[in-house]
């Protein structure tokens, strides 16, 4: 079976501006080199599509097992402005755990 | 000089609970109690306030904060500092001086930071020569916007506060600081640290720590992953820093309070709305986080160390707030049988009924709630089968227009669904167009802006 990275990491997301952070967390020290083999910035802007009309970027923290991706213009202009009702990206960010786990 | 300083995050927004600041105020034995209480879009908010009423501009809260805790905080010995002052930190120092007198406490001191504002030398930076461009869209056409400029603020750091703590202070009451210059001031202030390479580790230790207690009880089990495993966040406690002069801090939270405090929800924070860990830039320096190491050293109870940093920026952020139309929305919901179906017939009549009503729009969007609203292209949808078999769908739409009077169509077309629309369309209240502020985000080199601090007594 297809694990997800919802079966190794947790995250927690947010915005600055118009763009979308978000912090990717591996449950264990373990899951870490996996996390890092399953995020990258194509990955991510294939998930959400016209979503995502910036740049990706993945930002690896090996002292704390992390891995920080950020979205640009992907927020559909920023909280004061978009029609999403996420406005800040807090949500937007969960997607991210349901990208396939890289074993 | 001090060997340790406390200090306590009593507000992660504006609109937080009081009661676990209050808590922190009487439990917590601390030097400080620190609020944050600006987002992005706040600053805007104040000023439209202010055009309104000259006197306004300021967070309320952090006046009727002010006003209950400067007796205990008095009595205790901690002084209180936010950046609560918005668009109007003087008439947000003046209201607490005169709360400060009518509670009998004579003598306290009130230092109102200013020099973050900008908006009425905006044409002369212009004239200048700083672009302007927009850090974020790479544009240069500042002055398509100019017109329609309501605020400008730029993200300072925390000289304004340690100049106000020198003074001796009780009470800080700041513009646009940053977030986490309400802690890294009050922490400089007590050791006696210069904006210095010969303290870049050390402010970087003390920004790395501010942002992880800038939320409040985002550390501390709020908007954990880990939510079902967290005790009585509606009880929730905020959290304490304690610093030393080496850089090095614990954090924890007052006994017996809700919530949790471990290795992993400090984590969870580390990493929210930063950019590249290894730059985390504020006006006050800039901070390393993947250098620092994290330890336990007992329940509720987390050590940070090791953090490396690089000296404060030659650029700030200011980040303008102009007027840019309008936005109307409406929101509708649809039964079992065939939920979805139903959904899909409301938006195809809305889209007849804008274009019978001669909409102009600039942007249409439209979700179906319960399948994609909040992540769009990311959720796969069901088949329409299994859609259809769904206990509710909703409809939600939203557009972007120039004026009210465009934005008042949506609310109205929304409305003809009543009848016009599928059987069992439920609304709820129709929502009113809102105004849109839009953000300018740009960079202004540091010597424009000169912090000023002005001591207030009651």
Same mark, same amino acid.
């Given at each position: 079976?297809?694990?997800?990275?919802?079966?190794?990491?947790?995250?927690?997301?947010?915005?600055?501006?118009?763009?979308?952070?978000?912090?990717?967390?591996?449950?264990?020290?373990?899951?870490?080199?996996?996390?890092?083999?399953?995020?990258?910035? #194509?990955?991510?802007?294939?998930?959400?599509?016209?979503?995502?009309?910036?740049?990706?970027?993945?930002?690896?923290?090996?002292?704390?097992?992390?891995?920080?991706?950020?979205? #640009?213009?992907?927020?559909?202009?920023?909280?004061?402005?978009?029609?999403?009702?996420?406005?800040?990206?807090?949500?937007?960010?969960?997607?991210?755990?349901?990208?396939p786990k890289v074993e | 000089m001090?060997?340790?300083?406390?200090?306590?995050?009593?507000?992660?927004?504006?609109?937080?609970?009081?009661?676990?600041?209050?808590?922190?105020?009487?439990?917590?034995?601390?030097?400080?109690?620190?609020?944050?209480?600006?987002?992005?879009?706040?600053?805007?908010?104040?000023?439209?306030?202010?055009?309104?009423?000259?006197?306004?501009?300021?967070?309320?809260?952090?006046?009727?904060?002010?006003?209950?805790?400067?007796?205990?905080?008095?009595?205790?010995?901690?002084?209180? +500092?936010?950046?609560?002052?918005?668009?109007?930190?003087?008439?947000?120092?003046?209201?607490?001086?005169?709360?400060?007198?009518?509670?009998?406490?004579?003598? +306290?001191? %009130?230092?109102?930071?200013?020099?973050?504002?900008?908006?009425?030398?905006?044409?002369?930076?212009?004239?200048?020569?700083?672009?302007?461009?927009?850090?974020?869209?790479?544009?240069?056409?500042?002055?398509?916007?100019?017109k329609r400029v309501v605020a400008?603020? %730029?993200?300072?750091?925390?000289?304004?506060?340690?100049?106000?703590?020198?003074?001796?202070?009780?009470?800080?009451?700041?513009?646009?600081?940053?977030?986490?210059?309400?802690?890294?001031?009050?922490?400089?202030?007590?050791?006696?640290?210069?904006?210095?390479?010969? *303290?870049?580790?050390? +402010?970087?230790?003390? +920004?790395?720590?501010?942002?992880?207690?800038?939320?409040?009880?985002?550390?501390?089990?709020?908007?954990?992953?880990?939510?079902?495993?967290?005790?009585?966040?509606?009880?929730?406690?905020?959290?304490?820093?304690?610093?030393?002069?080496?850089?090095?801090?614990?954090?924890?939270?007052?006994?017996?309070?809700?919530?949790?405090?471990?290795?992993?929800?400090?984590?969870?924070?580390? &990493?929210?709305?930063?950019?590249?860990?290894?730059?985390?830039?504020?006006?006050?320096?800039?901070?390393?986080?993947?250098?620092?190491?994290?330890?336990?050293?007992?329940?509720?109870?987390?050590?940070?160390?090791?953090?490396?940093?690089?000296?404060?920026?030659?650029?700030?952020?200011?980040?303008?707030?102009?007027?840019?139309?309008?936005?109307?929305?409406?929101m509708s919901f649809f039964p079992?049988?065939?939920?979805?179906?139903?959904?899909?017939?409301?938006?195809?009549?809305?889209?007849?009924?804008?274009?019978?009503?001669?909409?102009?729009?600039?942007?249409?969007?439209?979700?179906?709630?319960?399948?994609?609203?909040?992540?769009?292209?990311?959720?796969?949808?069901?088949?329409?089968?299994?859609?259809?078999?769904?206990?509710?769908?909703?409809?939600?739409?939203?557009?972007?227009?120039?004026? &009210?009077?465009?934005?008042?169509?949506?609310?109205?077309?929304?409305?003809?669904?009543?009848?016009?629309?599928?059987?069992?369309?439920?609304?709820?209240?129709?929502?009113?167009?809102?105004?849109?502020?839009?953000?300018?985000?740009?960079?202004?080199?540091?010597?424009?802006?000169?912090? *000023?601090?002005?001591?207030?007594?009651?």
């Amino acid at each position: 079976m297809t694990h997800l990275l919802r079966d190794i990491a947790y995250v927690r997301s947010g915005d600055k501006g118009d763009t979308c952070t978000a912090g990717l967390i591996a449950k264990t020290p373990e899951d870490y080199p996996a996390l890092l083999r399953s995020v990258t910035p #194509e990955k991510v802007k294939a998930l959400y599509g016209d979503w995502i009309k910036g740049k990706v970027n993945c930002y690896p923290m090996d002292n704390i097992q992390a891995v920080v991706v950020v979205m #640009e213009q992907a927020l559909g202009g920023g909280a004061t402005r978009t029609l999403r009702l996420d406005q800040t990206g807090k949500s937007l960010g969960h997607a991210l755990l349901r990208l396939p786990k890289v074993e | 000089m001090k060997q340790t300083v406390r200090l306590g995050s009593g507000s992660g927004f504006w609109g937080d609970a009081m009661d676990p600041a209050m808590e922190l105020l009487g439990k917590g034995k601390l030097d400080y109690l620190c609020f944050d209480f600006l987002a992005e879009l706040t600053m805007a908010l104040l000023q439209r306030q202010k055009l309104k009423n000259p006197q306004m501009g300021y967070v309320p809260d952090a006046v009727q904060y002010m006003k209950a805790m400067m007796p205990a905080a008095r009595a205790n010995g901690t002084k209180l +500092i936010s950046n609560g002052g918005g668009v109007n930190p003087r008439a947000a120092a003046q209201r607490i001086v005169e709360d400060a007198q009518a509670l009998g406490l004579k003598g +306290i001191r %009130v230092a109102l930071v200013e020099g973050d504002g900008v908006l009425d030398r905006i044409d002369d930076m212009l004239a200048q020569g700083i672009p302007f461009t927009n850090m974020e869209t790479g544009s240069t056409g500042f002055r398509d916007v100019r017109k329609r400029v309501v605020a400008a603020n %730029v993200y300072t750091d925390s000289a304004g506060i340690i100049s106000g703590l020198a003074q001796g202070a009780d009470v800080v009451i700041a513009g646009r600081v940053s977030d986490n210059a309400v802690y890294v001031g009050p922490i400089m202030h007590e050791f006696g640290w210069r904006h210095d390479d010969a *303290h870049a580790d050390r +402010i970087a230790a003390a +920004i790395t720590l501010g942002h992880i207690v800038e939320c409040a009880a985002a550390c501390t089990g709020g908007m954990s992953s880990r939510f079902a495993e967290m005790p009585r966040m509606g009880m929730v406690g905020f959290p304490i820093i304690e610093m030393w002069p080496d850089g090095t801090a614990e954090l924890s939270k007052v006994a017996g309070s809700g919530g949790r405090l471990d290795a992993f929800t400090v984590k969870e924070h580390m &990493v929210y709305e930063i950019h590249d860990p290894r730059s985390y830039v504020m006006p006050d320096g800039i901070a390393d986080f993947t250098s620092l190491a994290l330890e336990e050293p007992g329940p509720d109870r987390v050590r940070v160390s090791q953090v490396r940093g690089r000296p404060a920026p030659e650029m700030l952020k200011l980040v303008i707030g102009y007027q840019d139309g309008w936005i109307g929305e409406s929101m509708s919901f649809f039964p079992w049988p065939y939920a979805y179906d139903r959904a899909v017939k409301a938006k195809q009549s809305m889209l007849e009924r804008f274009e019978r009503m001669g909409l102009e729009a600039e942007q249409i969007h439209f979700d179906f709630v319960g399948l994609n609203t909040l992540h769009g292209p990311g959720a796969p949808l069901p088949d329409r089968g299994a859609a259809n078999e769904l206990n509710e769908v909703g409809l939600r739409c939203a557009v972007k227009t120039r004026t &009210v009077e465009e934005a008042e169509k949506v609310r109205r077309a929304a409305s003809h669904l009543w009848i016009m629309g599928p059987g069992g369309t439920s609304f709820g209240t129709p929502m009113k167009p809102r105004p849109v502020v839009s953000l300018w985000p740009t960079l202004v080199p540091r010597e424009l802006i000169k912090a *000023h601090t002005e001591i207030l007594e009651a």
